[in-house]
């Protein structure tokens, strides 16, 4: 350790002259420093020592040194409450959905050989690679989500294409809707979900002039984006299509398209769903089902679709208002279908009651609320839009499923986001997400700011 010496004659000078302007006078005329002397980094700290106090360690300027810190600092600095406020709550309904996948699934993996904890290591594993990836994700800035929306949409796209034209697509369900490549199975109608979030951000935002013309709406949004949703149609999934129809018209409302523009192509949605559902003999019983027509029989193809929504509704009811305890479910061995995926919330109501699901309700509320707050914060249209399309897949689909357990709606095989079993599903979630955490951080644009909250409500009908 260096020590300051005591006696000021044997000071430099130039650790003098730092004395005296620390102390107000002024340094004498012939006190200069000696050519070549260089002044000692720390001179101006030494003049606010006491006499014997020991010199602070100079900062080395190598590796490790300030400017590692400052790019630490740089890193974890501190976001936006939004950010915090949407990251906080997706991290809570992943750890949320662990725990319930464990509790609903360790049946049917033990049945098939794959442990008690086969369900969880599994869904853990897609966790582990989802959560990293949201948050690489929000790091991204808003030009890079304009260069991707086109390619994005055309490789999920293609990848769907293959589904329902090759014979690499696998259904479940009577849905074709997996893709099966090397012995890699995913979804990539649910990569068709992100793909629009992106895509339909930069196109109504370049389309933010022309909303009044229905040209420039319906065309590119129900050329491509409806072209998207209807390769997932012929694979048979209805559910998802209507999700997605749902991404669509959610992102031209928050644009601020009138909504008299909106009725036709409403009405048309509307009744093309009803006719499609009226077609397949697969759906038309699930209607059916969903009616209690014919499920007081004791066979039958109508009876036994009506299987998985009773035994639903028996889980919920047999979990009262405190529920029968986490882990201990009786739906789970083997008497409820899906029960890590589809009907999950009816395990949340009979292993952790009222109150269970309440918290599971009110998770996705803020969820939303979080969701509105960076809509409401983002300068751009591209943000907003973008945001909106996100917040209509994730709580549209979340209040759909919760639905469906409920009794409100036929079975349309959709999951729980975030907390249901499933991969992909799993995955492609996390990266919507992330993408709207990129929003909360800022609008990093090189676009000149657009003014939307007044022309969209002054363009709203």
């Avoid at 002039?209 to 050329?223: S, T």
């Avoid at 093309?272 to 014919?294: D, K």
């Avoid at 992330?434 to 929003?439: D, E, H, Q, R």
């Avoid at 909250?453 to 709203?460: C, G, L, P, V, Y």
Wanted: aromatic share 8%.
């Amino acid at each position: 350790m260096v020590q300051v010496p005591r006696n000021p004659s044997s000071r430099t000078r130039p650790t003098t002259q730092a004395q005296a302007s620390a102390s107000g006078s002024r340094p004498a005329a012939g006190s200069r420093s000696t050519p070549g002397s260089r002044p000692a980094s720390g001179s101006r700290a030494a003049a606010g020592r006491p006499p014997g106090a020991p010199e602070k360690p100079a900062a080395s300027d190598g590796p490790g040194g300030p400017q590692v810190r400052i790019n630490l600092g740089r890193v974890f600095k501190s976001e936006g409450g939004n950010y915090f406020l949407l990251l906080g709550t997706t991290l809570f309904l992943v750890i949320f959905g662990l725990v319930m996948v464990l509790s609903s699934s360790s049946v049917d993996s033990f049945l098939a050989d794959m442990g008690f904890f086969g369900g969880l290591l599994r869904q853990g594993m897609f966790a582990l690679i989802g959560i990293p990836l949201m948050l690489v994700v929000s790091r991204l800035p808003l030009a890079f989500w304009r260069r991707v929306a086109w390619p994005a949409m055309l490789i999920t796209c293609f990848f769907q294409f293959l589904v329902v034209a090759t014979g690499l697509g696998r259904g479940t369900g009577g849905n074709t809707n997996w893709l099966n490549i090397f012995g890699i199975q995913f979804q990539p109608s649910e990569g068709i979900k992100v793909a629009l979030v992106i895509w339909l951000g930069v196109i109504l935002s370049k389309k933010q002039h022309q909303l009044d013309d229905w040209k420039h709406v319906f065309i590119p949004v129900f050329g491509v984006g409806g072209g998207a949703a209807l390769l997932v149609m012929i694979g048979g999934d209805l559910g998802t299509t209507m999700i997605m129809a749902g991404i669509l018209f959610g992102a031209l409302f928050f644009a601020g398209v009138k909504l008299r523009l909106l009725a036709v192509p409403l009405l048309v949605g509307v009744g093309g769903a009803i006719v499609l559902a009226i077609a397949s003999p697969n759906r038309l019983t699930r209607i059916m089902s969903f009616l209690n027509e014919g499920c007081t029989e004791l066979s039958g193809e109508i009876s036994s679709s009506c299987w998985q929504p009773l035994h639903g509704t028996w889980a919920l009811a047999n979990g009262g208002v405190f529920g029968v305890g986490l882990g201990n479910s009786k739906a789970k061995w083997s008497w409820l279908p899906a029960a890590d995926n589809d009907y999950i919330f009816a395990i949340i109501g009979e292993e952790l009651g009222l109150i269970g699901c309440i918290v599971v309700l009110g998770m996705f509320i803020l969820l939303a609320f979080a969701f509105l707050r960076v809509m409401r914060t983002a300068t751009t249209v591209q943000a907003k839009v973008s945001t909106a399309a996100a917040m209509v897949w994730i709580i549209g689909q979340a209040f759909v499923n919760i639905g469906v357990v409920l009794g409100v709606f036929p079975v349309l095989g959709v999951p729980l986001p975030l907390i249901s079993a499933g991969g992909t599903a799993l995955l492609t979630t996390l990266v919507a997400i992330g993408i709207v955490l990129s929003f909360a951080r800022g609008d990093r644009s090189s676009e000149p700011q657009n003014d939307f909250t007044d022309s969209s409500e002054a363009n709203r009908a």
